[in-house]
């Protein structure tokens, strides 16, 4: 990206101290467009697009907010000056902490061992192509000044942030609460970005729960009813549903399962930090193996907290209209009639279902980050918004294929109670009872509304998301 500054700007074999300042001066000059001898933060960025190195909005808005001392807006020489060499001393940690071998460069190999102790596997292929963006002089090594001229105006610190573009977002929620939580670095959890972003993540998910409702509503009315003697397709239980109880009932439940994203949020962040130091030496790196084994207990943890208000979530959509007047009024009812045990029904099934879905949506996401390297990875490794936004609702959607017969299981076991002449059977039971009376396909009712709701649910939560971070003034790494 900034090899042109080879020659131009940085002397190419000059350390970082011997950097003469007339060096940044030309670089400075560049920039300054006006010449008023300070520059704002159009002219960093139209400045840097004419340099051919445009960073993005959110990382040159860093570079400015970092750089500008006295926070009057402006950065003056003295100010720019400080900041590429404090940014440069930085990177020179950086470079260390990937050269294993202490010989000046960093190869494909010490790439991947250090992308390994991080918890991300890739190839040496997959290795060579990073090399490949950042090496100036063709030798497929790169030499701490070919590292420090690429890296020269992005905002990245470390290496755990350089890798960060493949980060799984907590902002994409797609109505499951079974994903394993995201990683946030020391920075992060000492500025108080880690509670902006769970704060921007569970905003987005009410909203995008609350967008996608009717389409859940429907998903568990099929599960509940939709067996073979009472066939429902979508068209048919929408229209059932607005006769029975009006439009407004296509939002049933969708409260009760938009209030339990704070408590849910919190307690499986906290769980997942214990779970963590429980599974790893002090200083160690988390691997994706430990990852997760720590995000699939934190997610079971969080789920046993909140579970009761799943059950009232399922009571909620299948209740007819009257039946109920809201959430507390459910529960009272079933604390007197079913008694306490009933807030735990279709508890094992949920617990077991979330084992599959967080490895196989772990283990697509890797899939489809090897194949994006593998195959389109050119001049960087930053796969982009829609890519990302692709293989997390390609690799969630798995996850929940893979879950779904435990997912139909569950909210049956919660509902039947509320289903006259409805035996009361645990899990295997009902498992035997639908391969028996619907067949394999009858483990799958109300999957096709269930994947309706995939593509907007993300599309709305990531918008949404993106605002609120903006909003509450979260910085992007």
């Given at each position: 990206?900034l090899?042109?500054?080879r020659g131009?700007?940085?002397?190419t074999?000059a350390?970082?101290?011997?950097?003469?300042p007339t060096?940044y001066e030309t670089?400075?000059?560049?920039?300054?467009?006006n010449?008023?001898g300070v520059?704002?933060?159009?002219?960093?960025q139209?400045g840097?697009?004419?340099l051919?190195?445009?960073?993005?909005?959110?990382?040159e808005?860093?570079i400015f907010?970092t750089?500008d001392?006295?926070?009057d807006?402006?950065?003056d020489?003295?100010?720019?000056?400080?900041?590429?060499?404090?940014?440069?001393?930085?990177?020179?940690?950086?470079?260390?902490?990937?050269?294993?071998?202490?010989?000046g460069?960093?190869?494909?190999?010490?790439?991947?061992?250090?992308?390994?102790?991080?918890?991300?596997?890739?190839?040496?292929q997959q290795?060579?192509?990073?090399?490949?963006?950042?090496?100036?002089?063709?030798?497929?090594?790169v030499?701490?000044?070919?590292w420090?001229?690429?890296f020269l105006f992005?905002?990245?610190t470390?290496?755990?942030e350089i890798i960060r573009f493949w980060?799984?977002?907590?902002?994409?929620?797609?109505g499951?609460?079974?994903t394993?939580p995201?990683?946030?670095?020391?920075?992060?959890?000492?500025?108080?970005?880690?509670?902006?972003?769970?704060?921007?993540?569970g905003?987005?998910?009410a909203?995008?729960?609350?967008?996608?409702?009717?389409?859940?509503?429907?998903?568990?009315?099929?599960?509940v009813?939709g067996?073979?003697?009472?066939?429902?397709?979508?068209?048919g239980g929408?229209?059932q549903m607005?006769k029975?109880?009006?439009?407004?009932s296509?939002?049933?439940?969708?409260?009760?399962?938009?209030?339990?994203?704070a408590?849910?949020?919190?307690v499986?962040?906290?769980a997942?930090e214990?779970?963590k130091?429980?599974l790893t030496?002090?200083g160690q790196?988390i691997?994706?193996?430990?990852?997760f084994v720590?995000?699939?207990?934190?997610?079971?943890?969080?789920?046993?907290?909140?579970?009761?208000?799943?059950?009232l979530?399922?009571?909620?959509?299948?209740?007819r209209?009257g039946?109920?007047s809201g959430m507390?009024?459910?529960?009272?009812?079933?604390?007197?009639?079913?008694?306490?045990?009933?807030?735990?029904?279709g508890?094992?099934p949920?617990?077991?279902?979330?084992?599959?879905?967080?490895?196989?949506?772990l283990?697509?996401?890797?899939?489809l980050?090897?194949h994006?390297?593998?195959?389109?990875?050119k001049?960087?490794?930053?796969?982009?918004?829609?890519?990302?936004?692709?293989?997390?609702a390609?690799?969630?959607?798995?996850?929940?294929l893979a879950?779904?017969?435990?997912?139909?299981?569950?909210?049956r076991?919660?509902a039947?109670?509320?289903i006259?002449?409805?035996?009361q059977?645990?899990?295997?039971g009902?498992?035997?009872?639908i391969?028996?009376?619907?067949?394999?396909?009858?483990?799958?009712?109300?999957?096709?509304p269930?994947?309706?709701?995939v593509?907007?649910?993300?599309?709305?939560s990531?918008?949404?998301y993106e605002n609120?971070?903006?909003?509450?003034?979260?910085?992007?790494k």
């Amino acid at each position: 990206m900034l090899r042109w500054l080879r020659g131009f700007v940085l002397p190419t074999a000059a350390c970082q101290d011997a950097e003469p300042p007339t060096r940044y001066e030309t670089l400075f000059q560049k920039l300054d467009r006006n010449g008023d001898g300070v520059v704002d933060i159009s002219e960093l960025q139209e400045g840097l697009r004419s340099l051919g190195i445009p960073l993005g909005q959110d990382a040159e808005e860093k570079i400015f907010t970092t750089g500008d001392v006295n926070k009057d807006g402006k950065l003056d020489f003295e100010e720019f000056m400080k900041y590429l060499k404090d940014h440069e001393k930085k990177m020179k940690l950086a470079f260390k902490s990937l050269d294993k071998n202490n010989d000046g460069k960093i190869e494909a190999s010490e790439i991947v061992q250090s992308l390994q102790i991080l918890g991300l596997t890739i190839s040496e292929q997959q290795a060579e192509l990073i090399l490949r963006s950042i090496d100036a002089d063709g030798t497929m090594t790169v030499d701490w000044n070919e590292w420090r001229d690429y890296f020269l105006f992005n905002p990245v610190t470390d290496i755990e942030e350089i890798i960060r573009f493949w980060k799984h977002s907590t902002g994409i929620d797609i109505g499951d609460s079974l994903t394993i939580p995201d990683e946030f670095t020391e920075d992060e959890k000492k500025s108080g970005q880690w509670w902006r972003q769970l704060l921007a993540g569970g905003v987005a998910g009410a909203v995008s729960r609350t967008s996608t409702a009717p389409l859940d509503r429907l998903k568990v009315m099929m599960q509940v009813h939709g067996s073979k003697s009472a066939k429902m397709n979508i068209y048919g239980g929408f229209r059932q549903m607005v006769k029975e109880g009006g439009i407004r009932s296509l939002w049933r439940g969708n409260g009760t399962n938009v209030i339990k994203i704070a408590p849910e949020t919190a307690v499986k962040f906290w769980a997942y930090e214990q779970y963590k130091k429980l599974l790893t030496e002090e200083g160690q790196k988390i691997g994706t193996f430990e990852r997760f084994v720590s995000g699939s207990m934190a997610g079971a943890t969080a789920q046993t907290f909140i579970y009761p208000m799943e059950v009232l979530k399922t009571r909620l959509a299948v209740g007819r209209t009257g039946q109920y007047s809201g959430m507390f009024d459910c529960a009272k009812k079933i604390l007197k009639y079913e008694g306490m045990g009933a807030f735990y029904k279709g508890y094992v099934p949920n617990l077991l279902g979330i084992i599959p879905y967080a490895g196989i949506d772990l283990a697509v996401y890797e899939l489809l980050k090897s194949h994006w390297l593998d195959n389109f990875a050119k001049d960087s490794v930053n796969p982009g918004v829609m890519v990302l936004l692709g293989c997390g609702a390609l690799s969630s959607t798995c996850g929940q294929l893979a879950s779904y017969p435990l997912a139909l299981v569950r909210t049956r076991m919660q509902a039947q109670a509320m289903i006259e002449g409805s035996p009361q059977l645990n899990m295997v039971g009902l498992f035997r009872r639908i391969i028996s009376k619907e067949g394999l396909p009858g483990l799958y009712r109300g999957i096709t509304p269930n994947f309706m709701k995939v593509l907007p649910a993300v599309g709305i939560s990531y918008v949404v998301y993106e605002n609120m971070k903006q909003t509450l003034g979260v910085t992007q790494k």
